[in-house]
């Protein structure tokens, strides 16, 4: 059974940085999918960023040069280094994981992906 905790979020000004973490247990793929999505009321849960079991790393366009997802070396925990905050990045966080076929290039589509933790809240202000 997966099982994922995401951590790290809060309340920042505009300009802010945060680093969300995700402990993912209980997954045997040796290929994967791991993604970053985020959801704010009234709108459907959008891809944020994505990485595979070799560190390969993919991003929404709008997101490039201020988002960077990383992992660590036991592939038990993944992250989501966020800098120059705006308020529109203002949503709730979440992160998951899927089995990836070999040629998977990981797109980022939320309705691929079944499992999910709780999420954690980012608000940034003006």
């Known amino acids: 059974q997966v099982q994922l905790v995401e951590s790290g979020g809060g309340s920042v000004q505009s300009g802010g940085s945060l680093r969300l973490s995700c402990a993912a247990s209980?997954?045997?793929?040796?290929?994967?999918?791991m993604g970053w999505f985020r959801q704010v009321p009234g709108k459907e849960r959008e891809w944020v960023a994505g990485?595979?079991?070799?560190?390969?790393?993919k991003y929404a366009d709008s997101l490039k040069g201020r988002f960077t997802i990383s992992q660590d070396n036991a592939k038990t925990m993944f992250y989501l280094q966020m800098n120059s905050l705006k308020p529109e990045d203002t949503a709730m966080y979440y992160c998951?994981?899927?089995?990836?076929?070999?040629?998977?290039?990981?797109?980022?589509?939320?309705?691929?992906?079944?499992?999910w933790g709780q999420g954690t809240q980012v608000t940034v202000s003006s």
């Open positions: 998951s994981i899927r089995s990836r076929p070999t040629y998977d290039t990981c797109p980022g589509f939320w309705s691929l992906f079944r499992a």
């Open positions: 990485i595979n079991e070799y560190k390969s790393a």
């Open positions: 209980g997954y045997t793929y040796s290929r994967y999918c």
